[in-house]
T-cell receptor
Framework: ELKVEQNPLFLSMQEGKNYTIYCNYS?????LYWYRQDPGKSLESLFV?????AVKQEGRLMASLDTKARLSTLHITAAVHDLSATYFC?????????????FGKGTHLIIQP | DAGVIQSPRHEVTEMGQEVTLRCKPI?????LFWYRQTMMRGLELLIY????????DSGMPEDRFSAKMPNASFSTLKIQPSEPRDSAVYFC?????????????FGPGTRLTVL
């Protein structure tokens, strides 16, 4: 059974600071996803990581993947209040083709002025 | 593009009633997924379809839950009879299975409350 663990589950930080969210998964997977969810809203895709060593950046967010360690990180640089949200990592099964996602519990991020 | 469309957005019903949730995937997408989100269990995959065929329904909690995809542009998730523990936000997502970066795009969700 594929398991996905995120930490921390809750993070309060100040604007301007840097921080990293970690995502560990238990078995081999083809793809790893990061999503953002605002309160009461749907999930918004941030990144899809396909291969070992993959790194993607969008604005103040950067995601990386180490398939050997089964670890992905989401790094926040110089945080701003607008980045406050819940961030989920999700892993797709290795069955080939489209597959359902197994989600972590999410990291609830609050960025204070 | 209109994105994934779900209806209704909110549903309040009484225990024992039948509930039907509807989803229209993004045009051209060939994979469709149903997820459920609760505070206690987080986001869970219920079932997914590829080219209208159910591939994995191992996440469907009980026989009270059923899902269909009669064509490429429509899917339903039915709960009969509903129970209070079914209260959750139900999301539909779709993707294009190209073997590459197949991002799953989520609909706005249906918030179900069973009294």
């Amino acid at each position: 059974e594929l398991k996905v663990e995120q930490n921390p589950l809750f993070l309060s930080m100040q604007e301007g600071k840097n921080y990293t969210i970690y995502c560990n998964y238990s078995t081999t997977s083809d793809r790893l996803y990061w999503y953002r969810q605002d309160p009461g809203k749907s999930l918004e895709s941030l990144f899809v990581l396909l291969s070992n060593g993959a790194v993607k950046q969008e604005g103040r967010l950067m995601a990386s993947l180490d398939t050997k360690a089964r670890l992905s990180t989401l790094h926040i640089t110089a945080a701003v209040h607008d980045l406050s949200a819940t961030y989920f990592c999700a892993v797709e099964g290795s069955g080939g083709g489209a597959d359902g996602l197994t989600f972590g519990k999410g990291t609830h991020l609050i960025i204070q002025p | 593009d209109a994105g994934v469309i779900q209806s209704p957005r909110h549903e309040v019903t009484e225990m024992g009633q039948e509930v039907t949730l509807r989803c229209k995937p993004i045009s051209g997408h060939n994979s469709l997924f149903w997820y459920r989100q609760t505070m206690m269990r987080g986001l869970e995959l219920l079932i997914y379809f590829n080219n209208n065929v159910p591939i994995d329904d191992s996440g469907m909690p009980e026989d009270r839950f059923s899902a269909k995809m009669p064509n490429a542009s429509f899917s339903t998730l039915k709960i009969q009879p509903s129970e209070p523990r079914d209260s959750a936000v139900y999301f539909c997502a779709s993707s294009w299975d190209s073997g590459g970066t197949d991002t799953q795009y989520f609909g706005p969700g249906t918030r179900l409350t069973v009294l």
